[in-house]
């Protein structure tokens, strides 16, 4: 299974368009070791011809042109089969609204993810302007799914969601009560090898289902946003804690390198990295801390092979 980091920072991006932290400032002045990185997605793969992406970003367009095996093949193509979607968070589902080009998408989600992504939604209607023009496939805690596009063809990859501690997408909070299908890690699955690659790129706690699903894989995408709870609050940028937004910070004693540290797998890579986050710092004692851990800091373009 081929796996591509389409983009590695959480949402707004690295640099955030209305950001001057030391961070969004350095890198666009080119004073700190660091490189840009659009918002969250990844593409996999089960040979390099077929793809699905885990979530769809909002620079969706800048990212596929960024990867030529997901350039169309003729006049109207796309090697995209399928999307899925881990949330209905924006920096994760707008990029659906980009694909409207009268070109029939298939998208993977648990049915609250749809149901918050279609309903009372008027920008949706521009994904029915035909029957079909989006193919919804639900996607049920504990269930394992082949992946395929609008064909039906088996790809020899399967996804699995986990349902994993998050919050409700911002723009419905407050309108719905939250429910365990509203954020999911996703495990993908190859047959034929049996491995497994587990993309858990929004999470608030290590719950015992979550540490169950990472038991065993062989690379890890995980949530990087945050390396400390006060890391917003602290310099006075936003009110709230990591664990507010529910995104675990990667340091300290209950932070998520001592627990990744300890899995098995071959890779574990932090993803959803927030602008302000320290380990954006090629030279950071916080990145030397990951390392250490024997982590790895995702980046746009990575690959990694399975
Ligand atoms: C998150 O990761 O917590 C969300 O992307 C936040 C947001 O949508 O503003
Ligand atoms: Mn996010
Ligand atoms: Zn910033």
Known sequence: MRVRVLGAAAGGGFPQWNCGCDNC???REGTIRATPRTQDSLAVSPGGDRWF???????IRSQVESFPSLHPRRPRHSPIEAIVLANGDLDHCLGVFSLREAH???????ERVRHGITESNVFYRTLER?????TWRALKVGREDELAGGDGRPSGLTVEPVAAPGKLPVHLDGLVSPDPEDNVGLRIRERTSGRVLAYFSAIGKLSRSVLQALDGVDCIFFDGTFWSSDELSGPGLMAKTAEDLAHL?????DGSLQALARLSAR?????HINNTNPILR???AERRAVEAAGCEVAFDGMEVTL
């Open 53 to 59: 992406l885990l979530n769809a970003s909002p620079e």
């Open 267 to 271: 890779r574990r890579v932090y993803i």
């Open 249 to 253: 910070p990667i340091g300290g004693e």
């Open 282 to 284: 090629e030279d950071s």
């Open 104 to 110: 029939p998408i298939v998208i993977y989600a648990t």
């Open 130 to 134: 035909f029957p079909d023009q989006v």
């Open 25 to 27: 400032r350095g890198v």
